[in-house]
């Protein structure tokens, strides 16, 4: 995936183990919803990655990439930290 801007970092709770982890770029909010999500399932998870996606390609602004990762992790019930 290409170097792209990022975007202002949100904080998430792991379901597993309790740790946050924090998610500063599109990348790391795809590779989070991939490999760390509590459910693969739902339209805001699937849009999700879809914009980070579309972010890597050039196509979107970062901050679109944030917004969908908090909608999905409120999809999702995964806890965030302000």
Do not use: Y
């Not at 949100?10 to 490999?35: F, H, I, M, N, Y």
């Amino acid at each position: 995936m290409n170097d792209v801007p990022n975007f202002s970092p949100v904080c998430v709770v792991q379901s597993q183990t309790g740790e946050t982890r924090t998610v500063g770029s599109p990348a790391e909010a795809w590779k989070t919803l991939l490999d760390d999500w509590p459910s693969d399932e739902g339209d805001c998870f699937l849009s999700a990655l879809l914009i980070c996606i579309d972010v890597q390609n050039g196509e979107r602004a970062p901050e679109e990439a944030r917004v969908a990762f908090i909608a999905a992790a409120v999809e999702a019930g995964v806890p965030l930290l302000s």
